[in-house]
């Protein structure tokens, strides 16, 4: 029994991801979770606009950080600043005296809730129009960015799996040795993986949009540009994965360690602006916290692609570099003998 435990304890020593996974990562989960686990949002971006918007502006709480005060705008301009998610609440005032309105971005639920809560304590100083989610529904938030965490999920899990798959059956050698390119053998891969996520990705938004009754109120091609460039984010982190495990249960570990922090810090439960900043910064590292605003910004506030360039500029630089590190690891760990074409041919050609 002695000896058995010894033993137990010997190869848990040697194996050190499960050591990682069993120590390292509840102190991570608790300190994330002390200092991301906030629903109340402290302060606003705001835009005032109108005649009266210098002395509306003046007399805001606080809580609101007004960044735009347009005197000559309308209503018009303020809801084009909601939807290009530049502000979290826009006020439109009239003349001097005149009553203020209130036009707050539901898509962005908990800092809506927020302002929902302080303009009532405002009492009939504001009147309050929520837009894009006029009942604050959570689910009309969760959706998109449940769809973002489906493709996560089958791009990084399920991909890591397919590969390591082939190096325990053994035939991993045999793709090496195949007279393509290591990023072919991996384009090769990822492909089937990324027309079955397409097809999820389908299903679950349509489902979505009929049990939860979640609108789509912009462009298709938008939402489905910026789920490409996700997915081949996501797949490039699978095969990543799989470089770097030996086996499957390695691989699985690996993934859930990359998928964690995509659940908790990508905005999807908590509000990143809730977040400490020495944790928010792990929240903009993230792929699914830029999927997420394409989403949100797509199906809720019919947002135009002209004012989702960053998010998906940032999509396509990490797509290049997961795909470009899964390659080089390909090519340096499972394929060193295949460094081009030529020299495949050459290695298939000494047998025949």
């Known amino acids: 029994m002695r000896a058995m435990i010894i033993k137990e304890f010997r190869e848990l020593r040697r194996d050190r991801r499960t050591l990682a996974m069993l120590i390292v990562l509840p102190l991570l989960l608790l300190i994330i979770f002390g200092y991301a686990a906030n629903f109340y949002v402290s302060s606003v971006p705001a835009a005032v606009?109108?005649?009266?918007?210098?002395?509306?502006?003046?007399?805001?709480?606080?809580?609101?950080?007004?960044?735009?005060?347009?005197?000559?705008?309308?209503?018009?301009?303020?809801?084009?600043?909601?939807?290009?998610?530049?502000?979290?609440?826009?006020?439109?005032?009239?003349?001097?005296?005149?009553?203020?309105?209130?036009?707050?971005?539901?898509?962005n639920l908990f800092a809506a809730q927020s302002t929902v809560s302080i303009l009532n304590k405002m009492g009939n100083a504001v009147r309050t129009d929520v837009l894009f989610n006029p009942d604050l529904k959570t689910s009309w938030v969760m959706v998109p960015a449940i769809i973002g965490l489906i493709l996560t999920f089958i791009g990084t899990i399920i991909t890591s799996i397919g590969l390591v798959r082939e190096r325990e059956a053994g035939t991993l050698e045999q793709l090496a040795v195949m007279p393509i390119a290591p990023s072919q053998v991996i384009l090769g891969k990822i492909v089937p993986y990324f027309v079955l996520a397409a097809i999820d990705m389908i299903v679950v938004t349509t489902l979505g949009m009929l049990l939860f009754g979640v609108p789509f109120n912009g462009n298709v091609l938008v939402f489905a540009l910026g789920a490409a460039i996700f997915l081949f984010v996501v797949l490039g982190l699978g095969v990543l994965i799989s470089t770097i495990s030996q086996t499957t249960g390695q691989a699985i570990q690996t993934a859930f360690m990359f998928l964690m922090p995509q659940i908790l810090l990508s905005g999807m439960i908590f509000p990143l602006d809730a977040m400490a900043a020495g944790v928010r910064w792990i929240g903009y590292l993230l792929p699914l916290t830029y999927f997420t605003m394409i989403s949100q910004g797509v199906m809720l506030r019919?947002?135009?692609?002209?004012?989702?360039?960053?998010?998906?500029?940032?999509?396509?630089?990490?797509a290049v570099v997961v795909f470009t590190g899964a390659t080089m690891r390909f090519r340096r760990d499972l394929a060193p003998t295949v460094s081009d074409g030529s020299e495949t041919e050459a290695t298939t050609a000494e047998p025949a």
């Open 49 to 107: 606009v109108g005649p009266s918007a210098q002395q509306v502006a003046a007399a805001l709480p606080d809580y609101f950080d007004v960044t735009v005060t347009e005197v000559a705008d309308g209503a018009d301009q303020a809801r084009d600043l909601l939807r290009e998610n530049k502000v979290d609440v826009a006020f439109v005032t009239g003349a001097p005296g005149a009553q203020a309105s209130a036009l707050v971005d539901g898509s």
């Open 302 to 318: 019919d947002a135009p692609i002209s004012s989702l360039w960053v998010p998906l500029v940032i999509l396509t630089v990490m």
